[in-house]
T-cell receptor
Framework: TQLLEQSPQFLSIQEGENLTVYCNSSSVFSSLQWYRQEPGEGPVLLVTVVTGGEVKKLKRLTFQFGDARKDSSLHITAAQPGDTGLYLCAGARDYKLSFGAGTTVTVRA | EAGVTQFPSHSVIEKGQTVTLRCDPISGHDNLYWYRRVMGKEIKFLLHFVKESKQDESGMPNNRFLAERTGGTYSTLKVQPAELEDSGVYFC????????????FGSGTRLTVV
């Protein structure tokens, strides 16, 4: 049983468009993390959200943690080809991470 | 600061053979984790070391997997004997004691059992 459901699985957009990736769960997590993974590399931590309702911004990326700490979203504004990659959400409980299956984002120039 | 180093980066072995994966965490990081991604599935937790002690090994699939962290520095994960379903990418991550959320992952070892 997968604890975290990510959607969509694949996303292909044109440069300059906006996109949102969702991460949903029926479980409560102490924190939720977003990672980006390139081919042949390990996941790289982008952000950690801890408080219900928390919103964090990282340049053109906006991360939100749901009020009940069960779901999260990643929004990219004016996507660029450099944003192409696999985005993973991971919920933390007792310092153990449960990952979603990932969303492959392709930004076409 | 050097990152988390894993080797080999790739390993192809025959069913029934033994393979040992190694992870060198960031120097000074007490917490070391092993994770695995099998084909088509999400990354899953295997186990967690705090220094040389196993804190949580609830994700280890079966007794063919043995993880060690002698001296609390590098860690090894041995699979003996390997089965076809063990194929996947094995990731190691480390975290400093003072950093609640600062996980750093290695590039992984891609294991193929044929």
């Amino acid at each position: 049983t997968q604890l975290l459901e990510q959607s969509p699985q694949f996303l292909s957009i044109q440069e300059g468009e906006n996109l949102t990736v969702y991460c949903n769960s029926s479980s409560v997590f102490s924190s939720l993390q977003w990672y980006r993974q390139e081919p042949g590399e390990g996941p790289v931590l982008l952000v950690t959200v801890v408080t219900g309702g928390e919103v964090k911004k990282l340049k053109r990326l906006t991360f939100q943690f749901g009020d009940a700490r069960k779901d999260s979203s990643l929004h990219i504004t004016a996507a660029q080809p450099g944003d192409t990659g696999l985005y993973l959400c991971a919920g933390a409980r007792d310092y153990k991470l449960s990952f979603g299956a990932g969303t492959t984002v392709t930004v076409r120039a | 600061e050097a990152g988390v180093t894993q080797f080999p980066s790739h390993s192809v072995i025959e069913k029934g053979q033994t393979v040992t994966l190694r992870c060198d965490p960031i120097s000074g990081h007490d917490n070391l984790y092993w994770y695995r991604r099998v084909m088509g599935k999400e990354i899953k937790f295997l186990l967690h070391f705090v220094k040389e002690s196993k804190q949580d090994e609830s994700g280890m699939p079966n007794n063919r997997f043995l993880a060690e962290r002698t001296g609390g520095t590098y860690s090894t994960l041995k699979v003996q004997p390997a089965e076809l379903e063990d194929s996947g990418v094995y990731f190691c991550a480390s975290r400093g004691q003072a950093s609640l959320y600062g996980y750093t992952f290695g590039s992984g070892t891609r294991l193929t059992v044929v």
